[in-house]
């Protein structure tokens, strides 16, 4: 197996990507930016990429949601948690007051601005694909930036020299990454995951994402995230990106999702897949299975009795 992910070595995203079914194992391809992670499988360059989509502090990574929800046609099969620790580092040994310009990814940054602003507020910051690339920077004949935010263990990989650790604003950070792949065999139901969806917004009035929202209400659905994106085709023309607990096989998943593609018929499924963090949906005795099978039952006796 080969995965592609975001690059260079030293991401956060190869520890994802380590922690993916088959990753241990798998081929490591590092690609530039997410949406040539995600080419590469569309190109069949590689089995499957190993993209972030989510940060605890910072929301939703937007490159992903549209390139996952809208440029490529790949389903989500998997996921994984990692925690995020950041430290400043530069190639040779350096004093905090002499730093004057820092690069790290825009991630990166937005968790560590509140301790840049106090403790450097007249560096310059420098965007870099990625926390990796901005610290194998460091080592290049013109860099780009006095230092590097990046994770430990790339500064410590690379021997570079960390000015000062632990310097994310928020302890305890966590980002998300998927391993996504061509549409193939959903991964079997665990009691223990997640659906992602696009829908469209059929039309921009009152009410029309209530419209939806109901589906999910009805029939016990509960969501774990929900972003609207700009479709790029105007103002007010927007896709709603959301996951929910539980599974497509499920039948309240089911039920909801049939529910919305009759009034938004461009929704696009894109993967049913255990959850990271192992926790259980909740849910009443209403929408259980057996409350399902019983009302379908109770349907087809009706329908028997028309004829």
């Known amino acids: 197996m080969k995965y592609a992910y975001l690059g260079p070595a030293g991401t956060f995203t190869e520890a994802a990507l380590l922690k993916m079914p088959g990753g ?9 930016s997410v949406l040539s992670a995600l080419a590469m499988v569309e190109n069949d360059d590689v089995h499957a990429a190993v993209v972030p ?21 790949l389903h989500i099969t998997a996921e994984a948690l990692v925690p995020i620790t950041f430290v400043l580092a530069s190639a040779k040994p350096k004093e905090l007051d002499e730093i004057r310009s820092i690069t790290t990814h825009s991630h990166a940054w937005a968790q560590v601005r509140k301790w840049a602003e106090a403790t450097l507020p007249h560096a310059e910051y420098r965007s870099a694909s990625s926390t990796a690339a901005g610290a194998h920077g460091l080592r290049s004949e013109s860099p780009a930036a006095d230092a590097a935010i990046c994770a430990p263990l790339v500064a410590e990989q690379l021997g570079l020299h960390v000015i000062a650790p632990q ?13 996504a792949s061509k549409p193939g065999p959903v991964p079997v139901r665990t009691g223990a995951d997640k659906t992602t969806v696009m829908i469209p917004l059929p039309e921009d009035r009152p009410g029309g994402l209530m419209e939806i929202l109901e589906h999910f209400a009805t029939n016990g659905v509960n969501m774990c ?19 929910l607990e539980g599974h497509i096989a499920e039948a309240r998943i089911a039920d909801a999702l049939a529910g919305i593609h009759r009034i938004s018929p461009k929704i696009r499924f894109l993967g049913s897949y255990p ?33």
């Open 24 to 32: 241990a194992d798998a081929e490591r391809v590092p690609a530039a």
């Open 53 to 73: 989509i989510e940060n605890s502090v910072e929301g939703g990574v937007t490159a992903t949601l549209d390139a996952v929800s809208v440029a490529h046609n």
């Open 167 to 179: 310097i994310e604003d928020v302890p305890g950070a966590v980002t998300r990454f998927v391993l």
């Open 225 to 243: 995230r929900i972003e609207s994106r700009p479709t790029g085709f105007g103002m007010g023309d927007y896709y709603f990106s959301i996951d």
């Open 275 to 307: 959850r990271a963090d192992g926790k259980p949906q909740q849910m009443g005795p209403e929408v259980s299975e057996e409350a399902f099978a019983a009302a379908a039952a109770w349907i087809a006796g009706l329908r028997r009795d028309t004829h």
